[in-house]
Structures are given as structure tokens and as C-alpha cells.
């Protein structure tokens, strides 16, 4: 077995699978001051000009094995057929597309451009634009998608919401109303969408943004052309006769749409779940309700980041003991059977990143957890606190110093600080900045191993 890994930087992937006979040799004779070593001592991180080019590597390429495996196999004519399909993904399923599907895929069809056309008339009547304007929603997406999409079932055209929001905003530039030159309002709102249009596709290409949210409506890829060329149809025969279409049918087809959009039940799970989210939708719902829809959205954008804020801020910190009849170490309130070791006491950060957000809440919090510890143990003195960096995936300048600042006060008491299972990039700065030599050594694989090293260290002070 080896011991490297995909992280693992090539000198040390080779030096540790030079044979794998050795490695049952390793496993055997390492003891907790090898392990600990290994710790303090790792090879040197990426740097941050590689972790982009892999990042943007990954981005672009998500599996280059796979593709490099795929261009090898084949040249010539197939070579290009395969970049082909997998850019236009319709040459490859269209192979194995029957006349029997084509003819179920005609009738759903014309279902959906019946229901389709009056839709986005109402939606292009709900944006402050002419008729034609919704058809031709009704008309590209799906024949676009139907070329280059790769689901099968999928739900495309306007949606009431974004109907509502562009002459809610364009409206402060050119009033949908002006009879002066009602071109302009009419040039913004495609502007707008141009530019929305260039954002999403420039995601999809980075595949950096799931940013289209899929959902089964039994609708296939020919259904969308059917679909499309059926609005078409309609476009160039019926536009005079669809343009007088009376606003209280155009009304009743949204409206027919709104029961679906409240779900009681939904909101209710969300509540139970998380309190956060449900003031969130609540807000938005609000918002939309009393105000308008730009307000409800911005209480809801406001909301969610103040939770991420708050979270982030306010990571806190967690007691940790052993359960029972196990070597696992877990947060005493939420197994209340833990039990905490006489003379150390463990405590684990909460957040992936301890930064100048956040660093001196958490040393603060530690504090406060030592102090009323001490408080509540007065016949047994504290000696050790061995913090649990398990989560944390990354520390700066800021949490470093607070980290140093809390061995400081904890050293000037008598108590000596260790910490244990450290992440790649943060044992790398913790070494730079010579932190890891104050702890002179007290650092550890598991909060197991660090715990017993303490107990050891106190039996040979006794």
C-alpha cells in the first residue's frame, strides 16, 4: 500500500513508493513522535501562482484524463467527430432518435406552444413591451438549447419574475410611458438582457456557475423544436390577430400560474430547518408583497449575506471529550456522555478559515471556555489545552497573531498549549512564522495522540 496521495508532491510520491513492501514496515514502526513530526514537518505547500493555473485548470478542464485518453484513441475524422458531438451533444443522441419518439415529441409540442403563446405575450405585456417580443422568447432559447443542451428534460423561456424586474429598473433611465421616443425603453431592456445573456454564457463556459436550474417538466429536445417552430408559425401569421388578445385572458394564464409559486409546506420545512432561510424567504415575501419586487429581493440578498457574515464573524468554539468506549473525541453538548480528561481540555475551532474576521472572537471564546473550566474545577487544575485545527482549512496574518497571543496569557498561568491535526497550508504558516517552534513540538496527528502525550508529560512532572 502506498502512503502517497494525490496531493502528495512527486519527490515524495516516489521516495514512498520506491516498493510497496516497505509501507507495512512504516505502518509498524512509527510511533507518535514520528507522527507527530510527519506534522510539524510536511513537504512545502502549492504556491499561489500554482493553485490558480490548477484551479483554472480544473475550470476549464474538469476531467482532462479522460479527454486526453479520448483524443489519443482516435484521429482524423473521428477525432473531429468527438469535439464535434461534445460541443453540439444533439449529434450524438440524434443517432438514436426514432420516427415513434418524434411523433409523441410533435403532439407535446404543440401542447406546450398552445399554452406557450399566450404566456409570453403576457410576460412581454408584464415587461412594458410589445407582444412579438415574448414570442421571440418562446422561440431561440428552445432551439438553441435543443442544439447545445445536454439534459433531457428541462423547462426554458420567461419567468414572471424577470418580467417584472426590468421596467421596475429601467424604469429610473426611460419611462416604459414616454411618448417621446419610446424606442429607448424598448433598446434598454435588450441591452439588458444582452449583457445577462454574455454574464450566463460566459459562466457556462468557465463552468465556474450552475447559474440555469434544471427542473423535469417531460419535455425533449425535438418537443423544443416543435415547440419553437410552432411559436414561429404563430409569430408570422397570427401576430396581428394574437396582438388583440384581451389582457384580462393574458392576466388569468399568469395568474393560473401563482398557486404553484406558494408553497406552505415548503416554507414550513424551511422554518423547521433553518430559521435564517425562512426569514430570508420571508422577507423576500414581504418585500414583494408591500413594496415591490426590487425591494423584496434586496431584503432577501441582505439577510442571507448577513447570515454568512455572522457565521463567519462568529465562528465560535466547541468542548470536546471522549466518548466512551471509543478513541473519537466529540462535542460534549451534543453527546452529552463525552468525557472531559482530568487536567487537559480540548477545544476545537469551528470555522475553515481563521482570519482577521474572526481570529479574535475565537481566542476570546477560548478564553472564556478555559476561565470558566478553571471556575468549575478548582481540585483540578487545568495544564494542557490541546485546540483541534481539524477544521480549519487556512489561516493569514491575523489568526496567527491570535493564536500567539493566547499562548502567551495561557503560558504566563502555567499552561501549556498544543494543537493537533493541522491542515497542509496551515502547519506551512504556522512553521514560517515560527509558531510551531513555540510550541516546541507539541504538535499532533490526532487529538488522541496529543491527549496522551500530555497525560505522559504531566505523570513524569509528578
Not at 232 to 240: G, H, I, N, P, Q
Not at 329 to 340: E, G, R, S
Not at 346 to 355: E, M, T
Not at 377 to 389: A, G, M, N, Y
Amino acid at each position: 500500500m502506498s502512503v502517497a496521495n494525490a496531493d502528495t508532491p512527486p519527490a515524495l510520491s516516489e521516495a514512498s513508493t520506491v516498493g510497496d513492501t516497505h509501507a507495512p514496515d512504516v505502518e509498524k514502526s512509527s510511533s507518535p513522535t514520528d507522527r507527530a513530526r510527519w506534522v510539524a514537518n510536511p513537504p512545502e505547500p502549492p504556491g499561489l501562482w500554482r493553485e490558480l493555473v490548477d484551479s483554472l485548470r480544473d475550470t476549464v478542464f474538469p476531467d482532462p484524463t479522460k479527454l486526453l485518453i479520448s483524443i489519443k484513441k482516435k484521429t482524423g475524422t473521428p477525432l473531429v467527430a468527438s469535439v464535434f458531438q461534445a460541443f453540439f451533444p444533439i449529434l450524438s443522441w440524434g443517432r438514436n432518435y426514432s420516427a415513434i419518439k418524434f411523433k409523441n415529441d410533435v403532439l407535446a409540442g404543440l401542447t406546450l406552444a398552445s399554452l406557450c403563446i399566450p404566456q409570453s405575450i403576457g410576460y412581454a405585456t408584464l415587461a412594458k413591451l410589445e407582444p412579438q417580443y415574448g414570442l421571440y422568447t418562446s422561440i431561440v432559447p428552445p432551439l438553441v438549447y435543443a442544439v447545445l443542451g445536454s439534459s433531457r428534460e428541462i423547462a426554458i423561456g420567461p419567468v414572471a419574475i424577470v418580467s417584472l424586474l426590468l421596467p421596475a429598473m429601467i424604469q429610473n433611465l426611460q419611462h416604459p410611458a414616454a411618448t417621446a421616443d419610446p424606442v429607448s425603453y424598448t433598446t434598454l431592456v435588450l441591452t439588458a438582457t444582452f449583457f445577462a445573456g454574455i454574464f450566463q454564457a460566459s459562466f457556462g463556459l468557465l463552468r465556474s456557475l450552475s447559474y440555469t436550474s434544471f427542473s423535469s417538466k417531460n419535455s425533449f429536445f425535438p418537443l423544443l423544436i416543435v415547440m419553437a417552430i410552432t411559436v414561429m408559425v404563430s409569430l408570422e401569421l397570427f401576430t396581428k390577430l394574437l396582438y388583440f388578445t384581451p389582457n384580462a385572458i393574458l392576466a388569468s394564464i399568469i395568474l393560473s400560474a401563482l398557486p404553484g409559486l406558494v408553497d406552505l409546506h415548503e416554507a414550513y420545512n424551511i422554518w423547521k430547518i433553518d430559521k435564517l432561510d425562512f426569514f430570508a424567504l420571508l422577507g423576500a415575501f414581504v418585500g414583494v408583497l408591500f413594496f415591490s419586487v426590487e425591494i423584496g429581493l434586496l431584503l432577501s440578498i441582505v439577510i442571507s449575506f448577513a447570515k454568512i457574515i455572522v457565521i463567519s464573524i462568529k465562528p465560535g468554539a466547541e468542548i470536546l471529550g471522549k466518548v466512551p468506549g471509543t478513541d473519537n473525541f466529540c462535542d460534549v453538548h451534543q453527546y452529552p456522555m463525552a468525557v472531559n480528561t482530568p487536567g487537559v481540555f480540548i477545544v476545537r475551532v469551528k470555522s475553515g478559515l481563521l482570519c482577521f474576521a474572526n481570529a479574535n472572537f475565537v481566542k476570546h471564546r477560548i478564553q472564556r471556555y478555559i476561565s470558566s473550566q478553571e471556575d468549575a474545577s478548582t481540585k483540578r487544575p487545568i495544564h494542557f489545552i490541546v485546540i483541534d485545527l481539524s477544521n480549519l482549512m487556512n489561516i493569514d496574518t491575523s489568526g496567527i497573531a491570535s493564536l500567539e497571543e493566547l499562548h502567551k496569557s495561557l503560558a504566563a498561568t502555567g499552561i501549556e498549549l498544543a494543537i493537533a491535526n493541522p491542515k497542509w497550508q496551515v502547519i506551512h504558516k504556522l512553521k514560517v512564522a515560527n509558531f510551531v517552534a513555540k510550541l516546541k513540538g507539541r504538535v499532533f496527528l490526532s487529538v488522541g495522540e496529543a491527549v496522551d502525550s500530555c497525560l505522559s508529560a504531566k505523570m513524569g512532572d509528578i
